[in-house]
């Protein structure tokens, strides 16, 4: 099984978040022949937001964003040689 963590990625000059998450299995259907699936998600922020507000030492942080959801599915058969 494989997994991928999130990462930031330079555009310009702003850098931008993004975050992505993989998983895979795959099985042996003989000594030659096997089956592999995997799964991508991606999640990229367009826009975000922050704010802070403080009263007798309590405070109240709040984060907001908007951004592009993306995913694949690949599917593929094995021959080993």
Do not use: K
């Amino acid at each position: 099984m494989s997994r991928r963590a999130a990462l930031v990625v330079l555009t310009g000059s702003a850098p931008i978040f993004t975050a992505a998450l993989g998983l895979g299995a795959g099985t042996s259907l003989s000594s030659r022949l096997g089956l592999r699936a995997d799964v991508h998600g991606y999640y990229a922020v367009v826009t975000a937001g922050a704010g802070t507000a403080c009263v007798s030492g309590s405070c109240l942080y709040v984060f907001g964003s908007s951004g592009i959801w993306q995913g694949d599915v690949t599917a593929a058969l094995e021959f080993r040689f």
